[in-house]
């Protein structure tokens, strides 16, 4: 939902230049003092179209730097952060969360905790964010810093910006991303395919990230991402040109995009910082559209903490309005720029663990008491949950009786949503009391059957032989 701003406290600056014939001269300017917001309530809500023609009220129909100057209007005045405040950073576990691997619960939006809180993080210059075995938390397990570095999309370096809000801090153009990737590969170079003095590279894992090198006419080295990342470079300066469209201090320069792979330059009332090369970032914008990324991404940083939007993102088509110096069609419109709504991440089940009740008991000839096990289902969220609607089997039959003495495996299963995972422990059957009774008796029938069988058979023969004896006698007669 479109919001009014309401985050931001006015503070007047005053400059005194000078004084002359007992005349103060003054200059002054407003600057806006962020209150920084960090909402526990997390708002992943899209913007309709109807709020966001509200949101660019003016825009329609102006074409070239006119509609800049327009968008820098609608934009301006957000709600700002401090790159090295550790609080401020915790904001990457929810714009540049994985969602597909760390969802969050409709109780957790309602309630976020961003100290305890350690999802996977979507990171830039990455190609292993969306595989549950090489993503990377926003810290990984025994580590001593997060996992990323924070990366300027518009390097620091090209404007000379400080970064305690404003410019520097911005997060629609500072990102989480691998640290070689940045380090590295992009450092503070301007945006082109380089066609000299090549060299590539790899991110943390191993991948091919990009290559730097030169284009011709400039002696500032120039970098290439991969096709993944070069749409969302291209609009991350797009927006950088349209929010800093004015000076007003070293926290907001102004910023140009200019063709070629200009030097650094430090900006000021008379010198805009600059970067390139204009030509190959529409291009890239082309080349690599607006994806479901791009989109909840923007809308996060609205709903929840700078306030303001991308428009290059809600409005591609506005990139070659301003920027393409050989545009002649139309005005800025609202055509096509109701935005697609991302599906829902899902939530899968990924293992079950059993745990024995302390309690728990198992004999022969008993029935199998779930209750004695304690059957955890884990998700790709990391939330987990005891389940009692398992299969138990042993030896690939259903069990209900401990059947023999010893120790036996047991495989529990569980489904959900299709998915079925399983797990096997070995246990170890006991005889009762009544069972050593009942054997104790049997054995002491089987000694006394033993003594007394000998004796019984002794008698019988005997009384045979007598029988016989006497059945001779009378056939005699």
Avoid: C
Avoid at 246 to 252: A, G, N, R, T
Avoid at 356 to 383: G, M, R, W
Avoid at 457 to 476: E, L, P, Q, S, Y
Wanted: glycine share 6%; net charge negative.
């Amino acid at each position: 939902m479109i919001k009014s701003s309401k985050f931001f406290t006015l503070a007047l600056t005053i400059s005194l230049l000078g004084l002359s014939s007992g005349n103060i001269q003054i200059n002054s300017h407003l600057a806006l003092k962020a209150a920084t917001p960090m909402p526990t309530v997390i708002d992943t809500s899209h913007a309709s179209l109807n709020e966001l023609q509200t949101y660019y009220t003016g825009v329609e129909g102006k074409k070239g730097d006119t509609l800049l100057a327009q968008l820098y209007e609608n934009i301006k005045d957000h709600n700002e952060y401090d790159y090295d405040s550790s609080t401020h950073r915790t904001i990457y576990k929810i714009i540049d969360r994985q969602w597909e691997l760390s969802p969050l619960s409709p109780a957790e939006l309602q309630n976020f905790n961003y100290s305890t809180d350690n999802p996977y993080i979507r990171k830039f210059y990455a190609d292993y964010n969306d595989d549950l075995s090489t993503a990377d938390r926003f810290r990984n397990s025994g580590a001593s810093r997060v996992s990323f570095d924070k990366e300027h999309i518009w390097a620091q370096s090209l404007g000379d910006f400080g970064r305690t809000g404003g410019a520097g801090s911005d997060f629609h153009s500072l990102l989480p991303a691998d640290v070689r990737g940045n380090q590295q590969a992009h450092s503070n170079y301007n945006f082109a395919t380089p066609t000299s003095g090549i060299t590539s590279y790899t991110n943390d894992k191993g991948s091919y990230v990009g290559q730097n090198g030169y284009i011709a006419g400039s002696s500032q080295k120039v970098f290439e991402p991969t096709d993944d990342y070069k749409g969302d470079v291209a609009r991350a300066m797009f927006y950088m040109t349209a929010r800093y469209y004015e000076y007003i201090d070293v926290l907001h320069p102004k910023l140009t995009l200019v063709d070629g792979s200009p030097s650094a330059q430090v900006a000021s009332p008379t010198q805009p910082g600059l970067a390139g090369d204009l030509e190959t970032l529409l291009a890239w914008h082309t080349l690599d559209p607006v994806d479901e990324y791009e989109i909840h991404r923007n809308n996060l940083i609205y709903n929840n903490y700078q306030e303001n939007r991308n428009p290059f993102i809600d409005f591609p088509d506005w990139a070659d309005i301003i920027f393409d110096a050989n545009y002649v069609g139309d005005g800025a419109s609202f055509d096509g720029g109701d935005p697609v709504e991302p599906e829902e991440p899902s939530i899968t089940l990924t293992r079950i663990e059993i745990d024995i009740n302390p309690q728990a008991s198992f004999f022969f000839l008993e029935q199998v008491n779930k209750s004695d096990f304690i059957v955890t289902a884990h998700y790709s969220d990391d939330t987990s949950k005891v389940v009692t609607n398992y299969t138990l089997t042993s030896g690939g039959n259903p069990l209900t009786t401990y059947n023999q003495v010893g120790e036996i495996e047991l495989t529990f299963s569980f489904s959900e949503e299709s998915v079925t995972v399983t797990k096997s422990i070995t246990i170890t059957v006991n005889l009762t009391i009544l069972h050593y009774v009942v054997i104790g008796g049997a054995a002491l029938i089987l000694i006394g059957l033993g003594i007394l069988l000998p004796k019984l058979r002794k008698k019988v023969i005997k009384n045979g032989k007598r029988i016989i004896k006497k059945t001779r006698k009378k056939h005699k007669k």
